[in-house]
């Protein structure tokens, strides 16, 4: 759709996707700062096409990670709860070296041996010292983590689905904590509700198929009421 290439233009945006839904352009903005965000929302709602954008904050990071079960050992395995990565106490002050850092981080690391070494040599700093950096990134909380990206789709993994619960203030901890435990389900957020939209929970479910998906979603939904 239109609106989606035009969203998809903003280096800040993350994800993008259309889903099946009556409000059906989801995307993630990270943005160096509030004036920023609202101007890449405020450009959005400029569209031509869109009729409602609305802004929905992570109020609570329950789990960002999925342990995908290939047999029974592993399912058995992945089923120990996950606890929440640690949030930094605020914005953490970068210098030029950082930034450098900070993006190339971001993306792959090569073929090299020694991957790190090949960094550091871009950045014109010793290994240890760029390792050093990486470290205090993630005590700090900057960094939420470090790994490979299994691409779960050519993994068999083809049913993805963002699966949304209206639940009571005071529920919402015990129906987060049984989603967490769920190795299919990769994301799990509280978001604030708006008028219409009466959903404060979200979980990013992934499966076989459709159906285990569904199954899945309606095994929590009983099994938590």
């Known amino acids: 759709p239109p609106a989606a290439e035009a969203i998809g233009r903003y280096p800040e945006v993350t994800h993008n996707y259309e889903r099946d839904a009556a409000f059906n352009l989801w995307f993630t903005v990270i943005a160096a700062d509030r004036a920023r965000l609202e101007a890449i929302l405020a450009a959005v709602r400029q569209v031509p096409g869109v009729e409602e954008v609305h802004e929905l904050p992570a109020r609570q990071h329950v789990k960002i990670r999925v342990e995908f079960a290939f047999d029974a050992g592993a399912a058995a395995a992945a089923q120990a709860p996950v606890p929440p990565a640690d949030e930094p106490a605020g914005p953490l002050a970068l210098d030029a070296l950082d930034r450098r850092t900070i993006c190339l981080a971001c993306g792959d690391l090569g073929p090299e041996r020694q991957p790190f070494g090949a960094w550091a040599a871009t950045l014109g700093i010793p290994e ?13 909380g900057a960094m939420r983590r470090f790994g490979a990206v299994l691409r779960h789709r050519a993994a068999g993994f083809t049913a993805n689905g963002m699966s949304v619960w209206n639940v009571p203030g005071a529920d919402s901890a015990t129906l987060c904590a049984r989603l967490a435990a769920c190795p299919e389900v990769s994301h799990c957020y509280e978001r604030p509700r708006f008028p219409g939209w009466p959903y404060n929970v979200f979980a990013m479910i992934h499966g076989h198929s459709r159906a285990d998906c569904l199954a899945l979603a309606r095994s929590v939904a009983e099994g938590t009421g």
């Not at 240890?128 to 700090?140: N, Q, V």
């Open 128 to 140: 240890e010292d760029l390792l050093a950096r990486l470290a205090a990134y993630r005590r700090a």
